[in-house]
């Protein structure tokens, strides 16, 4: 176990580089046991964050920990990271969700999620669900996805999994999806380079939606959310 860790280690020290060692252990947090993929996210100060996927393995004793597979820069919200984020207020929430509804103005490529849905200008981000739905009146307040306005930032997309119970002074749509043009915050989503994102997408494909995890904290505060998965009805984590 200890070998298996210190290679992911190493793995994503290569990847982002000296100095940039995560500052906690992923194999400590606690997750469903069918979990496959973890995502953690590390926002700093400046609205920039580094960001390593992970994926469950197997290890040549037989037990299970997680393996960095790739390891990324990106940017946060331009309120930071928060612990009690309001509706509008372009902060990035601090938890641990379940990942949900893979989508994207793009087709599909090979090895994404079979439930990957390429959305088209009818579809919405709806405010008061916080789900994707398709809506050909035009009438249903939320973000349209599928608008030229998203293009390149919405070629491929994964919900985070905040606020599911859509609690509405909380906002909806908080999503990781790509980058475009200049590194930039965003309006409370992550974003991360689109060959990453890539990357994510077919990750979540090799196992599914309900397997995928991602975690959101402060750089240097990650290691507080290790029980946050699963409380606060779905919203931030409380420490």
Not at 14 to 28: F, H, I, Q
Not at 43 to 57: A, F, L, S
Not at 92 to 113: I, S
């Amino acid at each position: 176990m200890f070998a298996k860790a210190l290679v992911s280690a190493l793995l994503a020290l290569t990847l982002l580089g000296p100095g940039l060692m995560p500052s906690y252990e992923p194999d400590k947090f606690m997750l469903p046991e069918d979990a496959k993929v973890l995502v953690v996210v590390e926002g700093k100060e400046d609205n920039t964050c580094r960001v390593i996927g992970y994926e469950k393995c197997t290890g040549d004793n037989g037990k299970e920990s997680w393996k960095a597979v790739f390891a990324t820069e990106g940017n946060i919200g331009a309120g930071g990271m928060n612990l009690n984020r309001v509706r509008g207020d372009k902060s990035t929430p601090v938890g641990v969700w379940m990942m949900n509804t893979p989508f994207g103005q793009k087709p599909a490529l090979e090895g994404f999620p079979s439930d990957y849905i390429q959305v088209s200008k009818h579809h919405v981000w709806t405010d008061d669900t916080n789900k994707l739905i398709i809506d050909e009146t035009g009438m249903i307040a939320g973000e349209r996805v599928g608008a030229d306005s998203y293009s390149g930032f919405y070629d491929y997309v994964i919900d985070a999994g905040f606020n599911r119970n859509a609690v509405t002074e909380k906002g909806s749509a908080l999503f990781i999806h790509c980058q475009k043009g200049a590194p930039a915050p965003s309006s409370g989503c992550v974003k991360i380079p689109t060959e990453t994102m890539i990357e994510l997408m077919k990750l979540y494909g090799k196992y599914g939606t309900g397997k995928c995890f991602i975690a959101q904290g402060k750089l240097g505060e990650v290691d507080k959310l290790y029980n946050a998965y699963g409380t606060n009805n779905g919203l931030e984590a409380k420490y």
